[in-house]
């Protein structure tokens, strides 16, 4: 695919995968592809290629002489990282923010106790950078620099489980962290209380306490979750 077609590709799919999960076409809906190559004034290879991207993510379904049909909502992929984006950035985003915050909650406690039981020494001495990192960004409104940090202090809890299925959950967990920081469902400066967690936590992983690295990793969670209640109700 040359760059041009790609671009064109793209402008396409950031068009129609926000439409779809932000029900503007809602299941059931039926996508002719003359219709969508004359209004995006592209080629019918670079709708169906866009298409195909999003049958990968169960949105959509193509049949012959039927057109391409808009799947179930129980049938998307929503652990697919760009489903996540886009449904953040949709109106549902309260009710998505808060389905995923609870998913965290109960599987990084869980990987929090194992990183304590099997993180390497590099993985420790990284999750404590990254844990002053936080510390260093979380006043003067560095959000950006913050959501870095932080973005990449649960990633290392999550890979240092040594469990292949919670490492996966790495990017969905980036895409919570980075929709929350991005659609201004975070304070000005992160809650000092939620900074000093991960610092502990990081601390409990080091020492190799897993019972300590669930409670606080619970802690965090609780934290999240009441900030929804405040900022996305």
């Not at 980036?174 to 929709?179: K, Q, R």
Request: a negative charge; hydrophobic letters at 45%.
């Amino acid at each position: 695919m040359t760059d041009q077609a790609r671009g064109l590709h793209a402008r396409v799919l950031e068009s129609l995968g926000p439409a779809i999960t932000g029900g503007e076409y809602p299941p059931g809906s039926v996508l002719r592809t003359d219709e969508l190559a004359q209004r995006f004034e592209v080629s019918r290879s670079v709708v169906r290629e866009a298409v195909r991207v999003l049958e990968s993510m169960h949105l959509v379904e193509s049949r012959r002489r039927v057109g391409v049909t808009v799947r179930p909502t129980a049938e998307w992929n929503v652990y697919d990282p760009q489903v996540i984006r886009w449904r953040l950035a949709g109106a549902d985003r309260p009710r998505q923010l808060r389905s995923l915050t609870v998913l965290r909650s109960a599987i990084e406690p869980a990987a929090a106790g194992l990183a304590a039981q099997h993180a390497t020494p590099e993985q420790c001495a990284a999750l404590t950078e990254c844990a002053l990192g936080m510390v260093a960004t979380s006043r003067g409104q560095q959000l950006e620099g913050y959501l870095f940090h932080d973005i990449n202090f649960h990633r290392i809890v999550l890979n240092a489980s040594g469990n292949e299925m919670f490492a996966r959950l790495g990017d969905v967990v980036a895409e919570v962290l980075a929709g929350r920081t991005h659609h201004q469902v975070m304070f000005e400066d992160p809650d000092p209380a939620a900074v000093t967690l991960h610092v502990r936590l990081a601390e409990a992983v080091r020492e190799g306490d897993p019972v300590r690295a669930e409670e606080l990793t619970r802690e965090i969670a609780v934290g999240a979750l009441h900030e929804l209640d405040i900022l996305a109700p």
